[in-house]
């Protein structure tokens, strides 16, 4: 999908075990997002998803907790896509997102039109 999106996009893939004990992903996994632009962590504490949820909390106008384990707020929050205002400075925290949806292979095609993908 990335080889037809334009070039000043970063991509943060942040990979987190959802039940206890599971493992990081595969490096076949990691290998399949080999694109430049993409950077890609292991949070096995979950702060990204900690933090995403402060964020998502500063957009009260976007669907709170789309994707999170137990369907509640303090669930984790995993397999969603956020985007965030351009070159937006994040100091202490994350901004919050000007878009967010949860399911990203089924939202795929709405993903690749907000990156102004060619095809």
């Known amino acids: 999908m990335l080889d037809d999106v334009p070039a000043?996009?970063?991509?943060?893939?942040?990979?987190?075990?959802?039940?206890?004990g599971q493992a990081p992903p595969s490096a076949?996994?990691?290998?399949?997002?080999?694109?430049?632009?993409?950077?890609?962590?292991?949070?096995?504490?979950?702060?990204?998803?900690?933090?995403?949820?402060?964020?998502?909390a500063k957009s009260p106008e976007l669907p709170q907790a789309p994707w999170r384990t137990g369907e509640t707020d303090e669930g984790l929050l995993y397999d969603v896509v956020a985007f965030f205002p351009e070159r937006r400075r994040w100091r202490r925290s994350l901004p919050g997102p000007v878009w967010l949806v949860g399911g990203?292979?089924?939202?795929?095609?709405?993903?690749?039109?907000?990156l102004g993908a060619t095809r």
Request: no cysteine; charged share 30%; aromatic share 10%.
């Open 8 to 20: 000043d996009v970063t991509v943060f893939a942040v990979w987190e075990p959802i039940v206890e």
């Open 28 to 56: 076949a996994i990691v290998a399949s997002l080999d694109d430049p632009r993409v950077q890609q962590w292991w949070d096995p504490a979950h702060v990204w998803s900690d933090a995403m949820r402060e964020a998502e």
């Open 104 to 114: 990203l292979e089924a939202n795929i095609p709405a993903v690749r039109e907000r």
